[in-house]
């Protein structure tokens, strides 16, 4: 406890006695303004930073999570979101969670997200494992429903396999679990690898990916959902953060998934346009399957 009290002492924390302003944290970006979803408002006013201490850094790192206002006696549940995403993801799906007297966590994964990276820790895949084990140790100190959405999978799967005492149960959304790696991408210059990188907040490629992951949405509310997708890319640290991330070799998890001895609950979707069926983790572990339409079920509203 004393290292987190030092860690709040810190400049970084400061920002906790600044002025909200419209009610959003001041260290979201000044575009969260231009945000017109209520749920993503809502949501994104409710997000906050916590010190976090790790064995890769000096300092501690102000990490980004929305926190549950109530308590349960039941396990929590802990939200993690998709590659180069925030907990912004869980606009809609964290209030009906809350609205179920769930203790519910939305947690941003190192390196993606509303954390302060300023100086710049690791963000690779031992990195992203020992900043969420360390989150969980200082403040949600109990076995969690660990909750992982496409590349969020591999993230939870990888973090159930090292701290087992930590999650007590698994929900995989279109989980995203066999690519081996980032491949080559280890082996690009860093020149590419920074204009390959820059290329994922254009809003252009994140219209088109709107277009594969869902159906009947307006333009409208398209563009709002890229200002939602695309808000922690314009974090300074964004781009070497996910270089680092893309350069570190990224998840490979194929080994690991017969090792899952936590119950765990697939969500997938049958007609998902950017991960192929015949990759569905269903085919692997015989648990209980719920067939979705989307890619993204997380951003399903009811």
Not at 226 to 254: K, Q
Request: net charge neutral.
């Amino acid at each position: 406890m004393q290292s987190l009290a030092l860690c709040w002492a810190l400049p970084g924390a400061r920002e906790k006695c600044r002025a909200y302003v419209d009610g959003f944290p001041p260290f979201l970006p000044r575009e969260v303004d231009r945000i017109r979803d209520p749920c993503a408002q809502k949501l994104a006013k409710r997000i906050q930073r916590l010190p976090v201490q790790i064995s890769f850094s000096e300092k501690c790192i102000m990490s980004s999570c929305v926190k549950p206002l109530l308590h349960s006696e039941m396990n929590p549940v802990v939200l993690l979101h998709g590659f180069d995403s925030s907990c912004l993801e869980w606009r809609y799906t964290y209030p009906l969670l809350e609205d179920a007297g769930l203790e519910t966590w939305a947690v941003d994964i190192l390196g993606w997200g509303f954390s302060d990276l300023e100086k710049l820790p690791s963000c690779s895949v031992a990195a992203k494992q020992e900043h969420l084990y360390q989150l969980w140790k200082s403040y949600i100190k109990r076995p969690m429903i660990l909750v992982g959405p496409s590349l969020g999978a591999s993230v939870a799967i990888d973090f159930a396999i090292n701290h087992s005492e930590a999650v007590e149960k698994l929900v995989l959304v279109d989980a995203n679990v066999y690519a081996e790696g980032t491949g080559n991408l280890t082996k690009l210059p860093r020149i590419l690898a920074y204009a390959g990188v820059s290329l994922l907040k254009s809003i252009p490629l994140r219209l088109y990916a709107n277009f594969l992951a869902f159906n009947s949405i307006s333009l409208a509310t398209s563009f709002d959902w890229v200002n939602i997708g695309r808000l922690h890319c314009l974090l300074p640290w964004w781009e070497d953060a996910t270089v680092d991330f893309m350069i570190s070799g990224g998840y490979n998890v194929i080994s690991q998934i017969k090792q899952i001895k936590q119950k765990t609950l697939i969500i997938w979707g049958e007609d998902d346009q950017i991960i192929s069926n015949n990759l569905a983790l269903v085919r692997i572990l015989p648990y209980k399957v719920n067939q979705n339409s989307f890619n993204s079920p997380t951003l399903m509203k009811n």
